[in-house]
């Protein structure tokens, strides 16, 4: 029992240190190290780049990873780049960014043990089936 | 007389750190923005571009000789960038819709990938209606490795596969004439659009029309 919360402990702490990998190559040059929209590039876009505390939190994970994989206005779109579990990995961090400041749920907690555990997103966890479009792989 | 040699030493370091820095301004400086040049450096040069086909946004073959009689505004960029391919395309974009009717014809756009291994004509596609470019006058192109490679060659962009869907390369774009000739290189994240404005007019002016390009 105790090998097997230490394999998904270890499990958890290695999917971190890839997502925040991801979230440092993918996303910081607009959205900023804490998703407020503050980038090194972001004041170049001629568009603004949302602070996910007013967006992301406002949307469900099939909304979040929609944008991540098809993409929105001039953001890319990292389906064709990424594999499920690296479009996953981003889906957290964001989520987890746009929670700063705020209290987590009891049931938000629970999140990075279920990623480590089973490559699955949420929604397939609780039977809701792929987004739309996200098919394919 | 030691506390001497230990500064004439601090000094001597200093006096090669300086000229270590003053050796590499030139270099430096040919990179540096311009004012009014938002983030890229411009270059003007005659060269000759030879014929290539690639594959546009739609699976077509699309061969550069067709656009002869057209300015040419070339950009190499790859789809899931994730930092200077959107300001390059923005820029392009903004050129392109400032645009007046009559010069429209006359000036055409294209988008070269970096990645063909992600970039294929669908995604092509979906990028550039993410943007709202108008494909009238612009079209993006991918092909095969050995296909690309003489194509980045020819305007000296360099790419370097990182991870996939990670590339780094030459943040390039590039004006080419009515007579296929490389006449302006812009490199940088962000050529300002009234400055490519200014060097396509010129070269619509310049350059003796060749009668109305085939649409």
Redesign the interface.
């Given at each position: 029992m105790i090998c097997a919360v230490w394999v998904v402990f270890l499990a958890a702490c290695s999917r971190g240190e890839q997502t925040k990998a991801l979230y440092a190559?993918?996303?910081v040059?607009?959205h900023g190290a804490l998703g407020r929209g503050d980038g090194p590039?972001a004041a170049?876009?001629?568009a603004a780049v949302p602070d996910f505390r007013l967006t992301v939190e406002q949307k469900n994970v099939v909304e979040i990873r929609k944008a991540i994989v098809?993409?929105?206005?001039?953001?890319?779109?990292?389906g064709?780049?990424?594999s499920q579990v690296e479009i996953q990995d981003m889906v957290r961090a964001v989520r987890l960014l746009s929670r700063e400041g705020r209290r987590a749920e009891w049931w938000e907690k629970f999140e990075p043990i279920v990623y480590a555990h089973c490559s699955l997103p949420w929604e397939y966890v609780l039977g809701y089936g792929p987004p739309d479009g996200d098919a394919k792989k | 007389m030691r506390k001497s040699n230990q500064s004439r030493g601090f000094f001597l370091a200093l006096l090669t750190i300086f000229a270590f820095s003053v050796a590499s301004a030139p270099e430096s400086s040919a990179q540096a923005p311009r004012p009014g040049e938002?983030?890229a450096s411009r270059q003007e040069l005659r060269l000759p571009i030879s014929d290539f086909s690639l594959t546009d946004q739609l699976g077509r073959p699309f061969h550069f000789q067709s656009l002869k009689g057209r300015v040419i505004l070339l950009s190499f960029v790859y789809?899931?960038?994730?930092?200077?391919?959107?300001?390059i395309?923005?820029n392009a974009l903004?050129a392109q819709r400032a645009l007046r009717a009559g010069e429209k014809p006359f000036v055409f756009f294209l988008t070269v990938t970096t990645d063909p291994e992600?970039?294929?004509p669908a995604?092509l596609r979906?990028?550039a209606s993410?943007?709202g470019v108008d494909f009238s006058n612009w079209a993006l192109l991918t092909g095969e490795i050995p296909a690309l490679l003489p194509v980045w060659k020819a305007f000296g962009v360099k790419v370097k596969w990182k991870?996939?869907?990670?590339v780094e390369h030459t943040p390039l774009t590039a004006i080419v004439d009515r007579q296929g000739i490389l006449r302006v290189v812009y490199i940088g994240?962000?050529p300002a659009p009234d400055l490519i404005l200014r060097d396509i007019r010129a070269l619509l002016s310049n350059s003796p029309p060749a009668g109305r390009p085939k649409t």
């Amino acid at each position: 029992m105790i090998c097997a919360v230490w394999v998904v402990f270890l499990a958890a702490c290695s999917r971190g240190e890839q997502t925040k990998a991801l979230y440092a190559q993918r996303c910081v040059s607009c959205h900023g190290a804490l998703g407020r929209g503050d980038g090194p590039i972001a004041a170049l876009l001629p568009a603004a780049v949302p602070d996910f505390r007013l967006t992301v939190e406002q949307k469900n994970v099939v909304e979040i990873r929609k944008a991540i994989v098809a993409g929105k206005g001039m953001m890319p779109a990292f389906g064709p780049a990424l594999s499920q579990v690296e479009i996953q990995d981003m889906v957290r961090a964001v989520r987890l960014l746009s929670r700063e400041g705020r209290r987590a749920e009891w049931w938000e907690k629970f999140e990075p043990i279920v990623y480590a555990h089973c490559s699955l997103p949420w929604e397939y966890v609780l039977g809701y089936g792929p987004p739309d479009g996200d098919a394919k792989k | 007389m030691r506390k001497s040699n230990q500064s004439r030493g601090f000094f001597l370091a200093l006096l090669t750190i300086f000229a270590f820095s003053v050796a590499s301004a030139p270099e430096s400086s040919a990179q540096a923005p311009r004012p009014g040049e938002k983030g890229a450096s411009r270059q003007e040069l005659r060269l000759p571009i030879s014929d290539f086909s690639l594959t546009d946004q739609l699976g077509r073959p699309f061969h550069f000789q067709s656009l002869k009689g057209r300015v040419i505004l070339l950009s190499f960029v790859y789809t899931s960038c994730p930092d200077v391919c959107p300001l390059i395309t923005a820029n392009a974009l903004s050129a392109q819709r400032a645009l007046r009717a009559g010069e429209k014809p006359f000036v055409f756009f294209l988008t070269v990938t970096t990645d063909p291994e992600v970039d294929t004509p669908a995604v092509l596609r979906a990028y550039a209606s993410r943007f709202g470019v108008d494909f009238s006058n612009w079209a993006l192109l991918t092909g095969e490795i050995p296909a690309l490679l003489p194509v980045w060659k020819a305007f000296g962009v360099k790419v370097k596969w990182k991870a996939r869907g990670l590339v780094e390369h030459t943040p390039l774009t590039a004006i080419v004439d009515r007579q296929g000739i490389l006449r302006v290189v812009y490199i940088g994240s962000s050529p300002a659009p009234d400055l490519i404005l200014r060097d396509i007019r010129a070269l619509l002016s310049n350059s003796p029309p060749a009668g109305r390009p085939k649409t």
